[in-house]
């Protein structure tokens, strides 16, 4: 009986040691992974500053034109920091960016139409941009403001009109195809060109609900929240995509 229970005990206590271990082992990884994290975010913050004194040569010479139409994906309560968007504006027009779509989910930052446009005062929204005014027109800045009801307002519009044409005569129903929708999209007039590059700002790594019909080849990247907002991350970013190769296939 007192074999037993000194068994016992020694089988106890190397449970205990062993859970000490383990729990010592969780904090090292957790300490370890910590460092590195705050060594990364220190290297990037470092490098962006470098970016933007113009010290580092390869960003110099930037190919801006390559980013004929652009998209900022803001969260919605970070939309609410319209000074911040209207600086990330202006950054993009230094840049050379000239073509901007701006979209949030709850479509506050159509709300806030008015102040930026004012704040910008070169700036012109994309539905009256005339064919007189090209996208790569360097004097103004077209502005495109988007959000979630958007997208599913002209997704039932363009149901409605295939509806209308495919189903209600006697013609022939056919298959539709993603072709069918992008058409119809086109007939309604829904949005503005296909974005070459997408730009989250926020704390989810996703598009949230920007139209999927729209980035079908569009790069995206996350940028982090837009009160860490920098003028050298967007000129990392911009170049990064300019130096990218894309295949679209046949």
Wanted: hydrophobic share 45%; net charge positive; proline share 2%.
């Amino acid at each position: 009986m007192d074999l037993e229970d000194e068994m016992q005990k020694v089988f106890c206590w190397i449970a205990q040691i062993g859970n000490l271990w383990f729990r010592l082992l969780w904090h090292i990884l957790h300490l370890i992974l910590s460092l590195w994290y705050f060594a990364v975010c220190i290297a990037h913050a470092f490098e962006n500053s470098l970016i933007s004194c113009g010290l580092l040569k390869r960003y110099k010479v930037l190919n801006s034109g390559r980013v004929q139409y652009l998209a900022l994906v803001v969260d919605s309560e970070e939309a609410r920091q319209t000074s911040k968007v209207i600086e990330l504006l202006q950054c993009l027009a230094a840049i050379g960016v000239k073509n901007v779509c701006l979209y949030d989910t709850e479509g506050v930052l159509k709300k806030s139409k008015k102040a930026i446009l004012e704040r910008l005062g070169n700036a012109k929204l994309f539905e009256e941009a005339t064919k007189n005014v090209p996208l790569l027109d360097k004097k103004h800045v077209t502005l495109e403001f988007a959000s979630f009801s958007d997208g599913k307002e002209a997704v039932a519009k363009a149901a409605n009109l295939l509806f209308a044409k495919y189903y209600l005569g006697d013609q022939e129903q056919p298959i539709f195809t993603e072709s069918h929708l992008a058409e119809a999209l086109r007939a309604i007039g829904s949005g503005g060109p296909d974005p070459d590059l997408l730009l989250v700002y926020g704390h989810t790594r996703c598009h949230m609900g920007f139209p999927a019909w729209r980035i079908r080849y569009t790069e995206i990247v996350y940028m982090g929240p837009l009160k860490s907002m920098k003028y050298g991350s967007l000129i990392k970013a911009i170049h990064k995509f300019t130096m990218v190769r894309q295949n679209y296939g046949k």
